[in-house]
Every structure is written in structure tokens, then in C-alpha cells.
């Protein structure tokens, strides 16, 4: 096909699947990190080294983006990091390729923007008040009440968000955010330091929606099921698809519809984040790129049979995409989770990991040696491995995912 797609971040490796998908439909690659990874290298045609943490750092990555652009033109720009959507806003205002708009990718990476945008156009959230300081804290929990959501505005991956359940322990989660909840700590929260959003805690259960925006339509793909912890909400299960009746799921994409419209999103992954509350459905998050947690890489193409990744890379290009579901089945990935912190002593059950049915793959994320940081001090330190399964329909995929789970054990001393 011979097109030039630039990257915004390589990050991680759970994330190769969609450098090798790039490569897969022929394109040349270029990649825009502070570092190039080994194992993206074979997937790299040309590296660009550059800081897209700090924004007011990114001309110098213009500067070289105006070179390679001259030399062989870009035909889109994607990311698959939630720190990549603003860049990548920039380069396709810059460069004139499909995208989203700069104000619509400030709508997506700042939660207070987002839960403004929603409110003008009237798509259900929960109630909201942007904190910056101590006064303004007090202020927001005495409007919202109690139990709240305290959580930094330019996060992601539940990375930041504290439950506040009664006035007594207001302080002491305050003073929490305000010692770990910094750039110094974690580069996560690089993104519009010292912004707070108090929300009210929503009763109800979690699902996120997987979907592609192209020219103002946005194509939803799947619904998934989520499982988090009650303190810091970590998530560490996924489910595809939602175990849902036909008029909920239909809710949910209406709504999920309505936010990507409210924010203003286009030609971009979609993964947003659904709470089904007594009152109806409410938008948590919606962010404007595919969901990690392999649920795009993984389990939409197990349970459905679409390469929504694929998708996504075509529509950044501007060329058709094909999002027909082939079969229906269900996938499940299931993530350990350390209970103490310390080193890394020794893992259990690998080998039997290798002959159960329905596991598709597992992973070692921390290896002997390797130090287990809990929450908030490190808000991903705890997750140390993980296992996807498939099934015949989901219930089975979940049962699979929760049995190979108990088989993998971690000693931590």
C-alpha cells in the first residue's frame, strides 16, 4: 500500500501487535519516543527522539517531524498511548492529516475538559468540580458529598483516582495524592499537574466500549466486562463480551455515540469507559485511542474476529476498513496482582500454564529480582503477570482465565 504512518510512542510490549500490524499492511513506519525499545526496532523504519510528556518541548520534535515529512510525506499520524493523542493532534494540524482536532484531543486527555464537554451536551456523567487545592477540595466534597472520586485530571489507566468515603479520611487521601501523585514520582502524571476532579462515586457496574471513529461515524465493535479493586480501582480482568441484555448494550453504545460526538473526536481508536447506574447509563471516560490491557491487540479479535487495530491503522490513512464480525465467541485476560510489596523470589506453575486449555498466551511482567511497588506509591507496580484465555462463549473464557490464574503464583519476600 506504500503509506507513511507515524507513531506517537512505541511505550511497551504489550503494545507489538500494533507496530507488526503496521508493518503487516506494508507501511513505512516512523516513530516518535524519548527512546526506541529493542524489540520495536525491527518494526521501525525511522526513529525520531523526542519528548511528548512535556508539550511545551514538542516543537523541537516539530522541527524534525518539518524534515522527515519533507523527505517522504506522512499519510496519517495514530497512537496507542493515552500521552501520544495530544502529539498527534499537533502533527495532524501541523501536517493536515486526519485527526482530531487539538481541542477535541484537550477534551480527551483532561478529565475536568471532558466532564465540561459531556455537560454542554448533555450526555449523561456524574456530578463534578475541579479541584486545584486544598480550599477548593473542601469546597467540591461539601457540593458533592460523600463517597467521592478524587482523581487527577491528565491520567489514565485508573492511574491517580482515590475513593474518598467519608469526610474524616479527606485529608489524609489528600496529603496522598499530593506525595505521590506528581511527575517526580511517576511521568504518568505529567499532564496538567496539580488539576483534580471530585466526582460522585457512581454505584453500578463497569463496561468500556471498543470503536473506531472515522469521518464524524463512529463504529462501535465490542462491549467489554471489567473487573477492578474496590481501593484505587486497578483493573485486572477483561471480558469480551459483556454479559449484557440487548436493550443495556444498546444503551451503552448510544451513550458511548453521544460522548465521542460531545468531545468532538475523529479519525482516532475509541475506548470509553460506561457505568450502568439505577439512574441509567453514565460516561466514566472516553478516550481517544483503543483500550490497552490487550483487550484491542487480544480479545476483540478472539471473541469476534475482527482486527480492530488493523481498523484503526486504515482509518488514520484515510483508506476503508473492514470491521465485519466473523464469529462470536468469548476472551477473557485475567492480570496478577501482587498483595505486598518486596522483591521477586521465585513464579509457580508456568509449566502447567503451557498445557491448559483455552490459554491462548500468558506473560511474566515482573521477574525474579524485580521490585513490587503497591498503590499509591506505584500505581501499575502490583501487576506482575498475565493470562488470556478463549472460549466457546465468555463464561467459559472467565473460567478458564480464573483457573490458569490460581495456577501461576508469585513468591514475594
Excluded at 476498513?321 to 523470589?345: I, K, M, P, Y
Amino acid at each position: 500500500m506504500g503509506k507513511h504512518i507515524l507513531f506517537l510512542n512505541a511505550t511497551y510490549i504489550h503494545k507489538i501487535a500494533t507496530l507488526a500490524t503496521a508493518k503487516d499492511l506494508g507501511f513505512t513506519v516512523t516513530v516518535v519516543d524519548t527512546a526506541l525499545p529493542d524489540w520495536a526496532s525491527p518494526y521501525t523504519d525511522c526513529f525520531i527522539e523526542a519528548d511528548t510528556y512535556d508539550l511545551s518541548k514538542f516543537e523541537e520534535a516539530l522541527v524534525a517531524l518539518r524534515k522527515r515529512h519533507e523527505e517522504l510525506p506522512f499519510d496519517g499520524v495514530v497512537t496507542f498511548w493515552h500521552y501520544g493523542i495530544l502529539p498527534a493532534a499537533l502533527v495532524a494540524a501541523e501536517f493536515g492529516l486526519p485527526g482530531c482536532s487539538v481541542e477535541a484531543a484537550e477534551n480527551a486527555c483532561n478529565k475536568f475538559k471532558m466532564r465540561e464537554a459531556l455537560r454542554r451536551a448533555d450526555v449523561p456523567h456524574p456530578k463534578f468540580a475541579l479541584a486545584t487545592n486544598w480550599d477548593d477540595l473542601l469546597a467540591a466534597s461539601a457540593m458533592i458529598g460523600y463517597p467521592l472520586i478524587y482523581k487527577v485530571a491528565g491520567a489514565a489507566g485508573s492511574a491517580g483516582v482515590f475513593k474518598v468515603t467519608t469526610p474524616g479520611e479527606l485529608r489524609a487521601i489528600y496529603e496522598q495524592s499530593q506525595n505521590h501523585v506528581n511527575p517526580e514520582n511517576d511521568l504518568l502524571f505529567a499532564y496538567y499537574p496539580q488539576q483534580y476532579v471530585v466526582e460522585e462515586f457512581m454505584e453500578g457496574r463497569e463496561v468500556s466500549v471498543e470503536a473506531i471513529v472515522a469521518q464524524g461515524i463512529v463504529h462501535s465493535v465490542a462491549v467489554t466486562d471489567k473487573w477492578a479493586t474496590p481501593t484505587y480501582f486497578t483493573e485486572y480482568q477483561h471480558a469480551i463480551p459483556a454479559r449484557l441484555d440487548q436493550t443495556t448494550s444498546a444503551e451503552v453504545i448510544r451513550v458511548t455515540e453521544a460522548g465521542v460526538k460531545a468531545l468532538g473526536l475523529d479519525n482516532c481508536g475509541v475506548h470509553a469507559e460506561v457505568m450502568i447506574t439505577q439512574e441509567g447509563c453514565k460516561i466514566v471516560e472516553i478516550n481517544a485511542r483503543l483500550g490497552g490491557d490487550f483487550i484491542t491487540t487480544h480479545l476483540v479479535p478472539l471473541a469476534c474476529g475482527v482486527d480492530i487495530v488493523r481498523a484503526n491503522l486504515l482509518a488514520v490513512v484515510g483508506e476503508p476498513f473492514d470491521l465485519t464480525q466473523r464469529w462470536q465467541r468469548g476472551s477473557c485476560v485475567r492480570f496478577l496482582l501482587a498483595e505486598r510489596e518486596g522483591f521477586v523470589n521465585a513464579w509457580k506453575g508456568v509449566e502447567s500454564l503451557q498445557h491448559m486449555t483455552g490459554v491462548r498466551t500468558f506473560g511474566i511482567d515482573k521477574q525474579v529480582g524485580d521490585v513490587v511497588f503497591l498503590p499509591p506509591k506505584k500505581f501499575f507496580g502490583f501487576r506482575i503477570g498475565y493470562v488470556i484465555t478463549d472460549g466457546n462463549d465468555v463464561a467459559e473464557a472467565i473460567q478458564r482465565a480464573e483457573r490458569a490464574a490460581t495456577e501461576l503464583q508469585c513468591i514475594i519476600l
